[in-house]
C-alpha cells in the first residue's frame, strides 16, 4: 500500500527536512542516531507434519493451519554502526514500547549521553507512554536521554528502520512460526548475523536532493 505524500504541503517538508538533516551528521557514539520501528508476525501451527524436501522438491506444508495468535517485534536500528535491537512482544502498546526504549538506553546506548531517536509518528512513540510504564522520576530520566525526530505523516520511507524490518521479513519472517519462542529463537539468529556483518545504510538523499527532486511537495510562493 503506497503512502502518497500531499502536494505543497508545509507541515510534511518540515519534518522530512528535519530528519534528512539528522541522517547528515557524522557517526557519535556517544550520540547514535537509532531508527525505531515495528511490525506483527502471525504465528501459525501445523495440524499436520510437513512433508520433507528431497533433491527435487522443496519443504511441503498442509494447506491447513492452527492459527496461534500475533506477536509484535520492535527493532531499533543504528544504520551509522550497522547494529539492530529486536524485541518480540505480546502487545504493541505504550508500556511495550516504553520499556523497549529503556532496555535501549540502559542496554546497548548506556554510555550515550543522547540517543537520537527517529520514528514515525504512531501514538505509542512518545514520551507520554514513559511515564505510564515508569514512576515519574525514572520516566524522566529516559526521557532527558532521548533527542526525538518525526517522519512526516505518509512519509514512513524516511525511517531507515523500514529498510531493516523489510530485509528481518524476507530472510526471517517468510516461513510459518508457531510460537513465540520458535519466533524469539529465529530473530535472535538473524539479529547476531546481521550485527556480525555490520550491515549498515548509506544514506545519501539529503535536503538539496529533496528541494529539487521532491519540489511538488514544497509550497510555492511569491517574494
Given at each position: 500500500m503506497w503512502c502518497i505524500p500531499p502536494r505543497s504541503n508545509a507541515e510534511f517538508v518540515a519534518a522530512m527536512e528535519d530528519v534528512l538533516e539528522v541522517y547528515q551528521r557524522p557517526y557519535d557514539p556517544l550520540c547514535p542516531q537509532v531508527c525505531v520501528d515495528e511490525t506483527s508476525k502471525q504465528l501459525v501451527g501445523e495440524t499436520r507434519l510437513p512433508l520433507p524436501?528431497?533433491?527435487?522438491?522443496?519443504?511441503?506444508?498442509?494447506f491447513e493451519y492452527v492459527r496461534n495468535g500475533t506477536a509484535n517485534l520492535f527493532l531499533a536500528f543504528e544504520p551509522l554502526a550497522g547494529q539492530r535491537q529486536v524485541a518480540v512482544t505480546a502487545t504493541r502498546c505504550r508500556t511495550d514500547w516504553a520499556q523497549f526504549i529503556r532496555d535501549l538506553i540502559d542496554g546497548p546506548y548506556h554510555d550515550a549521553d543522547k540517543v537520537v531517536l527517529v520514528m514515525d509518528q504512531l501514538n505509542v512513540h512518545s514520551t507520554a507512554s514513559l511515564y505510564e510504564r515508569f514512576d515519574p522520576a525514572e520516566a524522566r530520566r529516559i526521557a532527558q536521554k532521548l533527542e526525538i525526530h518525526f517522519t512526516p505523516k505518509h512519509g514512513s520511507w524516511l525511517n531507515m528502520a523500514e529498510i531493516d524490518l523489510s530485509v528481518l521479513s524476507r530472510q526471517?519472517?517468510?516461513?510459518?512460526?508457531?510460537?513465540?519462542?520458535?519466533?524469539?529463537?529465529?530473530?535472535?539468529?538473524?539479529?547476531?548475523?546481521?550485527?556480525?556483518?555490520?550491515?549498515a545504510v548509506d544514506w545519501r538523499f539529503t535536503n538539496t536532493d529533496a528541494r529539487i527532486r521532491l519540489k511538488h511537495l514544497y509550497p510555492s510562493f511569491h517574494l
Open positions: 524436501a528431497g533433491p527435487d522438491r522443496p519443504l511441503r506444508y498442509d526471517c519472517l517468510g516461513e510459518r512460526i508457531p510460537d513465540r519462542p520458535h519466533l524469539e529463537r529465529q530473530i535472535a539468529l538473524w539479529q547476531a548475523e546481521r550485527n556480525r556483518r555490520r550491515c
